[in-house]
């Protein structure tokens, strides 16, 4: 599941926590996921590009 920030902003609406508590999580979570790696498209270029490099050496 992936939690936005939306998310945190509709529990405080409903009165499920409070906006303190909210702003605290969003912001412990944005520190604990950026370190996290990331496979976007412009990994997959690469790679793709890396591949035909690959298959373009054994296949010439």
Same mark, same amino acid.
């Given at each position: 599941m992936k939690i936005e920030?939306? +998310?945190? +902003? =509709?529990a405080v609406k409903e009165d499920l926590i409070d906006a303190n508590l909210a702003e605290q999580l969003w912001q /412990? =979570?944005?520190?604990?996921?950026q370190h996290v790696p990331k496979f976007d498209f412009a990994n997959v /270029? $690469? $790679?793709?590009? /890396?591949? #035909?490099? #690959?298959f373009g050496i054994f296949f010439s």
């Open positions: 920030r939306e +998310d945190l +902003d =509709w /412990a =979570w944005l520190v604990r996921k /270029a $690469y $790679y793709f590009g /890396a591949l #035909i490099v #690959i």
